[in-house]
């Protein structure tokens, strides 16, 4: 469920996109009925519209991510603000500058952030977040700690670089499968691998 509730927004956006492409004049009526009045020049065209859809259904299901929490009285990681802001920041401007190239560079933004926070945290605040995220399960030394957290920082440099590469070389279409299929897909054979490398390590009352 857990996995679901934070999938959520991307598995929306990918909903929303290709339902708006395959019905473009249902998607063009509603998106200048709903959010014309948003955008500059408030027409949006059949070509921009599915983008405009999803974009928005995203900033919303975010923002209903962090209400839910909120009304639950449970902790909002600093990951999913970092999301909520990225998202509204970039997705806002693909709304009104009727631009799908700034919701293509929103997964880089929020990659390298994220890199930066993974190393800044670890070399200044001596905070490593994947220890953090993961020690109770595994009972490593330091250098190992160290290590993944490391192996976390490159992986998002890398993963935000082939976005870019993915985004302004294939099709928008394109894009959108590799960001849904392609980018969860390598982040989940990296969690493996990584877990795989961790298992020596695991606590016995967690085995």
């Known amino acids: 469920m857990k996995l679901l509730f934070d999938y959520f927004p991307l598995i929306l956006f990918f909903a929303v996109f290709k339902l708006a492409g395959a019905n473009a004049d249902l998607a063009v009526t509603f998106a200048n009925h709903y959010l014309g009045s948003f955008v500059s020049g408030g027409v949006i065209s059949a070509t921009q519209a599915p983008v405009t859809l999803a974009t928005g259904a995203t900033i919303i299901a975010t923002f209903a991510q962090i209400g839910y929490l909120l009304a639950r009285r449970k902790k909002v990681d600093g990951m999913l603000w970092l999301i909520l802001v990225i998202v509204t920041v970039f997705g806002g401007a693909t709304i009104y500058f009727n631009n799908p190239t700034f919701i293509k560079w ?46 976390w920082v490159v992986f998002f440099v890398f993963l935000g670089a082939l976005n870019l590469y993915v985004a302004f070389t294939y099709t928008f279409d394109q894009w959108v499968n590799f960001k849904v299929f392609g980018a969860t897909g390598l982040t989940f054979a990296f969690v493996m691998g990584q877990s795989v490398f961790l298992m020596k390590y695991m606590k016995d009352d967690a085995a």
């Open 106 to 151: 929103k997964p880089t933004v929020f990659y390298w952030a994220a890199a930066f926070g993974f190393l800044f945290s670890n070399l200044v605040f001596k905070k490593n977040f994947t220890r953090a995220l993961i020690d109770k399960f595994f009972l490593a030394p330091n250098e190992v700690w160290n290590r993944l957290n490391l192996a």
